[in-house]
């Protein structure tokens, strides 16, 4: 999911690397070179412009492409989970004079500025034992200026990254039984070098027993203090750290060369539960994996996971590892989570896409200067289609499942989304990790946010379907997927793309003016449904819900009648959402109001249900709702008689069945 900000008085961009970090960019034909270059410098000259404008401002040093001095020595010491509190201690090599150190800003994976600075307390610098006065940048208040004393070879840092005491201050990431640890939160970094020409030696120590999973590979165990191996900043802060009281590490690739890990941690030992058919399905998908791309591209890889109710869930990738945060009883209520299934296929998909092969404007050289997103389209676009697909591939959805849960995204783009109609387009939103970063929005539907995920999945659906009509059947996206991720076996240094490089592989494995379909579909405003039809299949709406609407709804204690009346309610009849231009949108119905009574009885989502079907039975019946909106009650008529309505999708007997294809496992 993120990404990184800000600079100083240096030409734009003089050694921002045009393959970046790429051993295998040698290898590269001098006209690809030439070609990779261009497009690159092309798709910089945005951020670019952006650094200059900053380097005005703020006296940050510009990151350059060279070694820095010495090791970092990090020690974090996470034991006091009673308060929440991870201490950092840092000894950095420095030499007398200015020294900027910087806390991470644009975090990998959310894509937009979100380091959480705020957390970062109690900052004391000293130099041959004495304190250093340190200055904030107030123009990139990420940045820690001092001077280092002559004779002086190192400064120490001590702080606290005081984690979240609730959920409204961010992800709870420590419980009495397991602690998320991100590095990006509990280190600062010195600025001027590339976040990969910095050497950290890490260190962590845990409470008394606990065990930890991690990409980082162990140097030595001393009691509760693991040492890590040596490892440059950039792969430290890409291999986070779950650790737990309750720890189990499942294999999910026995007998392979490359090993693939699950590093479970739990808040009681029940959850640890894993049945050995739950195994078998999350080895399917490993196998899925490489039989579709051909290759991968890390030398071992650990899913982390979380089964807790306590710490805040999560889903960030890695290049080696994820994050995955679920429910408590993931495994032990195995239908009830039905729908979280797809998101080890998501993250792990995203050691290909994102991590891997990543949009050039995204790779950045530290975790201070701005990332821009305009192929997150790719990256979370794809993703979420291959985290479906796979989903189905390895067994952890079947058929019908997978179904439903389309059906349930091609209704949000069919009818859901009025804003992306209207006003908005998808390639616009993937501005949207830095305009809303996530926040709860007033008219989500109409303003639209992230559609790049779930829309990006239609979109790669329908490329799917026009690669198999361009190719009768010879080719599919998996041919894309070969071609664009399952390159070079092996590596895992960052291998950057621009949108030409996407146009041009489709190009190549079956010829047709892709940069016009692309566009047409990432800029404007049309259907974005196609590539249901293209698979033998229709987008209806009946008066059930499927499983997966009714698995949606009973997880999140709310009705969804957003195709119907067009509002959904949360539990105690507060209203969630209003599609905009909705019958109840037009009734004067929106969202923060609560609903107290349905035609004169108290709130019941049974009752509103019951209502919406007996009013389209009967035209002189109406919809009638007591709300509240603040101290306010009112009583509003909603006139609407088209019974309830819930997504599916329906076989079209007229076209070939190729949605069935894509979903079944490779052999
Ligand atoms: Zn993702």
């Not at 076996?489 to 010829?511: F, H, K, R, S």
């Not at 949605?659 to 052999?667: A, F, G, I, M, S």
């Amino acid at each position: 999911m993120l990404r990184d900000v800000a600079r100083s008085a240096a030409p734009a961009f003089p050694d921002f690397p045009m393959c970046p970090a790429t051993p295998a960019v040698s290898s590269c034909l001098a006209l690809e070179t030439h070609l990779k270059f261009t497009r690159f410098a092309a798709a910089l000259a945005a951020s670019a412009f952006a650094l200059a404008s900053f380097n005005a401002l703020a006296d940050v040093p510009a990151p350059q492409n060279v070694p820095y001095q010495g090791s970092l020595k990090i020690t974090v010491d996470a034991t006091d989970v009673a308060h929440r509190i991870f201490r950092v201690h840092e000894v950095i090599p420095a030499r007398p004079g200015p020294l900027t150190l910087l806390y991470p800003q644009w975090i990998p994976g959310n894509h937009s500025p979100t380091g959480p600075i705020d957390k970062l307390a109690g900052l004391v610098v000293t130099a041959n034992g004495k304190t250093l006065t340190w200055t904030r940048d107030p123009l990139n208040v990420y940045a820690f200026h001092l001077e280092v004393p002559a004779g002086a070879t190192q400064v120490e840092t001590r702080f606290q990254y005081l984690s979240p005491q609730d959920r409204r201050q961010g992800r709870v990431v420590m419980t009495p039984e397991m602690l998320n640890l991100q590095w990006n939160a509990v280190t600062l970094y010195p600025a001027g070098h590339y976040a990969r020409q910095i050497q950290t030696e890490p260190s962590v120590i845990l409470p008394v027993g606990w065990q930890a999973g991690t990409a980082l590979e162990v140097a030595a165990r001393d009691g509760d203090t693991i040492h890590f191996k040596p490892i440059d900043y950039e792969n430290l802060v890409d291999s986070p750290i779950y650790a737990g009281k309750y720890f189990k590490r499942l294999d999910l690739a026995p007998g392979a060369k490359v090993p693939v890990h699950m590093d479970i941690v739990a808040d009681a030992p029940k959850y640890l539960e894993v049945k050995p058919e739950q195994l078998k399905l999350f080895r399917n998908l490993v196998q899925q994996m490489y039989k579709m791309y051909g290759a991968h591209h890390y030398d071992h890889y650990d899913f982390l996971l979380s089964l807790s109710d306590k710490m805040s869930g999560n889903g960030l990738e890695h290049h080696r590892s994820s994050e995955n945060g679920t429910s408590a009883d993931f495994f032990t209520d195995w239908k009830g989570n039905v729908f979280e299934r797809d998101l080890f296929s998501h993250e792990f998909n995203h050691s290909w896409n994102g991590k891997y092969r990543r949009g050039a404007d995204l790779y950045t050289p530290n975790y201070n200067l701005p990332m821009s997103d305009t192929l997150l389209w790719v990256y979370e676009g794809q993703t979420q289609f291959w985290g479906h697909v796979m989903a189905a591939r390895s067994g952890l959805w079947d058929g019908e499942q997978t179904r439903e849960m389309l059906a349930y995204v091609a209704a949000t783009y069919d009818k859901g989304r009025p804003g992306l109609a209207s006003w908005r387009n998808v390639q616009d939103t993937t501005n949207d990790p830095v305009i809303a970063k996530r926040a709860s929005l007033p008219y989500r539907n109409y303003q639209s946010s992230e559609d790049y995920y779930s829309a990006g999945l239609l979109i790669w659906l329908d490329v799917d379907g026009k690669l198999r009509e361009l190719s009768r059947g010879d080719k599919s996206i998996d041919d894309f997927g070969k071609a664009f991720f399952g390159i070079n076996p092996g590596q895992w240094n960052v291998d950057t793309y621009v949108y030409e490089d996407v146009v041009e592989t489709l190009n190549d494995i079956a010829p047709f003016d892709w940069a016009s379909y692309l566009r047409t579909r990432l800029d404007g405003h049309g259907p974005l449904i196609g590539g249901i039809a293209s698979h033998g299949w229709k987008l209806v709406y009946t008066d059930q819900p499927s499983d997966a609407v009714k698995a949606v709804e009973t997880r999140h204690h709310h009705a969804d009648l957003l195709y119907s009346l067009g509002l959904s309610i949360n539990k105690g009849g507060s209203i969630g959402d209003v599609l905009w231009d909705s019958p109840a949108f037009k009734a004067g119905i929106s969202p923060g109001m609560t609903v107290i009574a349905v035609n004169g009885h108290d709130y019941d989502a049974d009752e509103l249900r019951d209502a919406v079907t007996a009013a389209a039975k009967d035209d002189s019946l109406a919809v009638e709702l007591l709300v509240k909106n603040f101290n306010e009650y009112k009583t509003v008529r909603i006139d609407y008689h088209g019974g309830l309505k819930y997504p599916h999708l329906v076989r079209d007997s007229s076209r070939p069945d190729t949605l069935t294809t894509l979903l079944k496992p490779v052999h």
